[in-house]
């Protein structure tokens, strides 16, 4: 009783000092479809964990110790988390960038969008798009092509013309020949390009072999967070993305930012900066970030909060960690059991918070932290 009397004061006092008006207000948006594949992902999870309480043992997802960092999305029960978890936000994101490139394709009178997104997942990126279309009076005809290694056990049902391809992008450049689409998405896919081997020169090479038919291309590229941007990392996905950029002009492709103009509503949200590439002044690269800082989507963007439901079950304490078998290993001891997993200098803990710190924390992580807000680029490219 004591607790619940606490909690509802805090949340008083959140609310109260908190009285910003909504980015997009409430009702703008139908993300019915969204919220029913989150709720159905979460009912997925849970049916698997009754089943089998040890499942997040071979879970990948957020592993600090994997060689590579990369989940497995082939496992189901990573990729029910990760959609019940992650599509509210990264729906957000897209859904932010397609809004500001569409504006620009009308004044532009492109009403064609051949669209291929690498690394797709389950194509809420594409979702997204549809969202944006529902609000657009002009009519636009849209091709989507996703490429995704991974077989998803569900991915979004798309209102125009799609297909899904299983498949490394390296893989799937090689195979075509030629590129005659428009708008090149890579949706948080830049930071599962591994280092050794240099996948993402493999990528720019494959770029260079395939004839693109298009003379202006819009690069769009979503980056995991801010800090994954930051160019002080011996190796960023910024960096990538200007590999990338570097292979189109190899072409005869000159890269310029999106001219966008942020909507009034959003500018307490979501911040321009303006970066200068290693090269020098070559050209300016503008990324925007969303400065959500602790806020919930609900204050934000009330239309893309996670369904309650989805909340309440992933702000249970002690979701997993009770029946989890890692939780009082010490991470000495599943080092010293695990040769395969990478060792490091920190202070040994219980592997379980380290491990997977999504489900031991007690926090739900719905919530956008400024480390984690979401951040991204958009290109015009033209020959």
């Not at 990264?90 to 969008?113: A, F």
Request: glycine share 4%; proline share 6%; hydrophobic share 35%.
């Amino acid at each position: 009783m004591r607790n619940n009397i606490k909690n509802k004061l805090m949340q008083f006092i959140w609310e109260h000092f908190h009285r910003n008006k909504p980015m997009i207000p409430k009702g703008l948006v139908d993300t019915s479809a969204l919220n029913n594949q989150v709720i159905a992902s979460m009912e997925e999870l849970k049916g698997l964990l009754a089943k089998d309480p040890h499942i997040f043992r071979q879970m990948q997802l957020m592993s600090r110790y994997r060689v590579n960092f990369s989940p497995d999305f082939n496992e189901t029960q990573t990729a029910c988390l990760y959609e019940s978890r992650m599509c509210n936000i990264y729906g957000l994101e897209y859904y932010l960038m397609y809004s500001l490139l569409l504006p620009y394709l009308l004044k532009e009178n492109i009403r064609k969008l051949r669209i291929l997104s690498l690394g797709c997942g389950s194509m809420i990126d594409g979702l997204s798009l549809s969202l944006v279309l529902k609000n657009c009076r002009d009519s636009i005809d849209v091709q989507y092509t996703g490429v995704d290694i991974a077989k998803w056990p569900m991915s979004f049902k798309l209102p125009f013309e799609n297909r899904l391809i299983l498949k490394p992008m390296q893989d799937y450049l090689e195979d075509c020949e030629t590129f005659d689409g428009n708008v090149l998405i890579f949706p948080t896919v830049l930071s599962g390009l591994r280092e050794y081997p240099d996948e993402t020169g493999t990528f720019c090479q494959r770029i260079e072999e395939t004839q693109f038919l298009s003379d202006t291309i819009f690069l769009m590229v979503a980056y995991r967070s801010v800090a994954s941007y930051n160019r002080d990392w011996q190796v960023t996905d910024w960096q990538k993305a200007q590999r990338i950029i570097a292979a189109l002009e190899k072409k005869g492709y000159v890269a310029e930012d999106l001219p966008v103009t942020i909507p009034d509503a959003w500018k307490d949200y979501l911040q321009s900066e303006t970066v200068e590439t290693e090269e020098g002044k070559k050209y300016i690269c503008r990324y925007l970030s969303a400065r959500y800082g602790s806020l919930q989507l609900k204050e934000i963007a009330p239309d893309f909060a996670p369904p309650d439901s989805v909340e309440e079950y992933f702000a249970k304490p002690g979701l997993v960690r009770r029946s989890c078998p890692y939780y009082k290993m010490r991470r000495d001891q599943y080092l010293s059991k695990n040769p395969g997993i990478r060792p490091d200098e920190e202070i040994p803990e219980t592997v379980c918070r380290q491990q997977c710190p999504i489900m031991c924390g007690i926090y739900p992580r719905m919530i956008l932290s400024k480390r984690t807000s979401p951040c991204f680029q958009i290109f015009v490219l033209r020959r």
